[in-house]
């Protein structure tokens, strides 16, 4: 019974975080999201509308006049 160690191991120091929590993410959409979507919809209904009436001639005009308009939609706030 010589072999029995009596001395306990030492225990293994804390580490303090290396990173802080982030912030609490929202759980419901914020006004600017739900505006962005309205806004995003029109344009796209506005581009359907056009496309309808113009055809295919037309589709890259319309799908770069909306791009642009929903980017500096986007740009101003």
């Known amino acids: 019974m010589a072999d029995i160690d009596t001395t306990s191991p030492m225990p293994e120091p804390e580490m303090p975080p ?19 979507v309205v806004v995003l919809m029109a344009l796209l209904a506005v581009c359907a509308g056009v496309y309808r009436a113009v055809g295919n001639a037309g589709f890259s005009v319309i799908i770069g006049a909306v791009a642009g308009l929903y980017g500096t939609w986007r740009i101003r706030r």
């Open 18 to 36: 290396t990173s802080s929590p982030g912030p609490a993410l929202p759980t419901e959409p914020t006004r600017h999201q739900v505006l962005d």
